[in-house]
């Protein structure tokens, strides 16, 4: 009991004029807590439970993993090549140095450090605010190329980038929803400019005002929420170095046979119903990625320009002879069967194939689960420490009373520690 | 504020009795850091050997060693009151009952699923 007189005795004065009536412990401490130390510990223990149901909740989505990845092991290692290294790793060591700060942060708050601690929950929160940025592009860039959950899912080699009006025309969108998934990126980034719009508004009324304590809290607010577009730009620049042997093939195939491919599937399938024609369109495509040298071959040089004037309706020849060497070359691959009366029984092969919508989409589904609620926790671990850095701005933390810090530090590190195992798992199978 | 200077006044007195704070070291910080970006490095080098069957394990093996480094330094559990680190250990029993048990069950139904296609040819010959 020598815990509680120290603690009392040290914080007297503070307790009564802070607090108003006549108990004798610190503004900090609960009344049903003896010591300050007892609610530390109730506290520390309160968010170790916490953090148990976070793992049994996480732990369901690794066994969706575990079992699909268990049944379809190809589907897994063809589909993770979409995923950008880089970007992955990046964006790991963006939260390990977060995990660092905030470990670090935790030290000050109990070292009574208080401009270093608000110093480093700001960078906390602006390592956050990057790993959503990178993560951003990410998601935008995948949105664009059709690698979505099964249903939605449209990607196809020929055409990795497709226009919202092919979207609309191929895949059978709304308008709307072509719109969005073209132009992704501006719909993720709205709110987050909003926030930052918002912060230095705050900031300037805050410093006319004279506020000093809201200023205070503003300034390093503010830079967290730009540094949103920082992660942002990192991205972009680390997604336009890794896609570039990718594009040049985009480039030199795609743009010549995109448009032609959508009226291929759309006059020769268009009748026999919605779904047909997009499966078909998929399968061919993805004959198209492996052949997509070889089907330059036939015809020579030549082929571009006969491409080209295919495009033209009238010229029902050579649109012919196009549509005749494609369906040539899917047979010869041998993974496509274009009659469709043949197609119940060749169901199984074209299934092997790694990138159907329906396999491909699976892999998809689980990733954006996966990660989605991952960033999900980044957002409420953003919440949160915004709160304390406005806590700590105020400087209620002291050597007693770190609590808060804590344990959202804890918090923190098993979202670090969630995407330790999420990182090898999804960008690094072979 | 106002106890600010005061606390740290008498922080000698507070440190002999009713002080629990345990701050960590900076250069262990550091360390911990150093050797988790380390074992990231190693984790997307070893991806470009191929491994077999055993990539999978040896990239768990890899993530478990940073899972354990975090754990122990960055969420303080080695130096914590030890009812912590059973809590939390206690709830990775639960999740290894959880997937074992699903997978294997998955394993012994998986045409529930799909048929696998290496096994549908000779299925799809006899059908004809």
């Given amino acids: 009991m020598a815990t509680i007189d120290s603690v009392t005795t040290s914080t007297d004065a503070h307790a009564d004029d802070s607090h108003g009536h006549d108990h004798d412990h610190p503004s900090w401490l609960a009344h049903h807590f003896d010591t300050p130390e007892q609610q530390f510990d109730s506290g520390k223990l309160g968010i170790w439970l916490f953090l148990v149901t976070e793992i049994l909740f996480f732990s369901g989505m690794f066994c969706a993993y575990a079992i699909f990845r268990m049944l379809r092991p190809e589907v897994f290692e063809g589909c993770s090549q979409f995923l950008n290294t880089k970007l992955g790793a990046i964006n790991t060591g963006v939260l390990l140095f977060s995990s660092l700060t905030m470990a670090w942060a935790v030290r000050c708050s109990q070292t009574e450090e208080h401009k270093k601690l608000v110093a480093l929950i700001a960078t906390t929160l602006s390592c956050a605010m990057v790993f959503l940025g990178v993560k951003s592009i990410e998601y935008s860039h995948k949105w664009g190329m059709g690698l979505l959950p099964p249903g939605s899912y449209f990607y196809s080699a020929a055409n990795e980038h497709p226009t919202a009006q092919q979207l609309v025309e191929i895949h059978g969108f709304s308008e709307s929803m072509a719109y969005f998934l073209t132009n992704s990126l501006y719909f993720i980034c709205a709110p987050f400019a909003l926030v930052a719009v918002a912060v230095l508004v705050w900031l300037i009324v805050a410093k006319v005002s004279g506020n000093a304590f809201q200023y205070a809290c503003a300034k390093p607010l503010l830079v967290v929420a730009l540094s949103f577009f920082g992660g942002v730009g990192l991205g972009m620049i680390l997604e336009s170095g890794g896609e570039h042997h990718e594009g040049e093939h985009v480039a030199a195939a795609g743009d010549h046979s995109d448009a032609e491919h959508g009226e291929h599937s759309g006059d020769d399938h268009g009748d026999s119903g919605h779904s047909h024609s997009i499966a078909s369109d998929h399968s061919e495509a993805s004959a198209d990625e492996d052949g997509a040298t070889m089907v330059e071959s036939p015809l020579g040089d030549d082929y571009a320009a006969v491409k080209l004037l295919a495009e033209n309706e009238t010229n029902t020849g050579l649109k012919d002879l196009v549509a005749a060497e494609r369906t040539q070359q899917s047979i010869a691959t041998g993974k496509v069967l274009t009659d469709p009366a043949a197609s119940d029984v060749g169901i199984s092969t074209v299934e092997s194939e790694v990138n159907t919508p329906r396999q491909a989409g699976v892999f998809f589904g689980i990733y954006y689960c996966m990660t989605g609620v991952h960033a999900i926790h980044i957002l409420a671990g953003i919440g949160v420490l915004v709160w304390l850095l406005i806590r700590a701005v105020r400087q209620d933390f002291n050597r007693q009373y770190f609590g808060p810090v804590d344990y959202v530090g804890l918090y923190w590190h098993l979202v670090d520690l969630i995407w330790i195992y999420l990182f090898p798992l999804l960008y690094l199978i072979r | ?128």
């Avoid at chain 2, 491994?51 to 969420?75: H, P, R």
């Avoid at chain 2, 130096?79 to 059973?86: A, G, W, Y």
């Avoid at chain 2, 296609?117 to 006899?126: E, F, I, M, R, S």
Wanted: a negative charge; charged letters at 10%.
């Fill in chain 2, 1 to 128: 504020m106002s106890d600010h200077g005061h606390s740290t006044a008498d922080s000698h007195d507070g440190h002999a009795e009713g002080d629990f704070a345990h701050p960590l070291p900076l250069p262990m910080l550091f360390g911990v850091f150093g050797a988790l970006v380390f074992l990231t490095i190693v984790t997307v080098a070893q991806a470009n050997y191929d491994l077999g069957s055993f990539d999978i394990a040896v990239v768990m093996f890899i993530a478990t060693i940073k899972a354990v480094l975090v754990g122990l330094f960055f969420m303080h559990l080695a130096f914590d009151k030890p009812f912590n680190l059973i809590v939390f250990l206690s709830s990775f029993v639960f999740v290894a009952l959880f997937v074992i048990i699903t997978l294997s069950d998955a394993n012994m139904t998986s045409e529930a699923f799909e048929n696998n296609p290496n096994d549908a040819p000779p299925a799809a010959a006899a059908e004809m």
